[in-house]
């Protein structure tokens, strides 16, 4: 009897670790497919209606302080918790704008600096 308890636990862990495996290297293909699917999304325009919204501009040098007085000096997409792009890359996906690419140095309304 306790070896036929021995095979279950052993087939048991084997297919746990199977699964294991399986689980991770399907996050790791869609964490390569989310990085190749960020560097081909369109960019945001400006003149696009949600963008438009939230006052957004591809270089927050150029941010309307009187119309925007919430500014803070350093504000730019790329230090936002809503930017979700690489580091150093000029564009990257925003989860305010799905579907498309903001400017790294641009900056809109909704700005939530990075903790």
Same mark, same amino acid.
């Given at each position: 009897?306790?070896?036929?308890?021995?095979?279950? &636990? &052993?087939?048991?862990?084997?297919?746990?670790?199977?699964?294991?495996?399986?689980a991770l290297g399907a996050a790791q293909e869609r964490e390569a497919w989310a990085q190749g699917a960020a560097a081909e999304?369109?960019?945001l325009s400006p003149a696009d209606p949600t963008a438009k919204a939230l006052g957004y501009v591809e270089?927050?040098?150029?941010?309307?302080?009187?119309?925007f007085p919430t500014l803070k000096p350093g504000a730019r997409c790329s230090n936002c918790n809503f930017y979700q792009g690489a580091a150093g890359k000029a564009f990257g996906p925003c989860q305010?704008?799905?579907?498309?690419?903001?400017?790294?140095?641009?900056?809109?309304?909704?700005h939530s600096p990075k903790a």
């Open positions: 009897m306790s070896d036929t308890k021995n095979s279950s &636990r &052993r087939g048991f862990l084997q297919i746990l670790g199977a699964a294991g495996a399986l999304l369109p960019h270089d927050a040098s150029k941010v309307d302080k009187t119309k305010l704008f799905p579907g498309k690419s903001v400017n790294a140095a641009g900056w809109c309304a909704s």
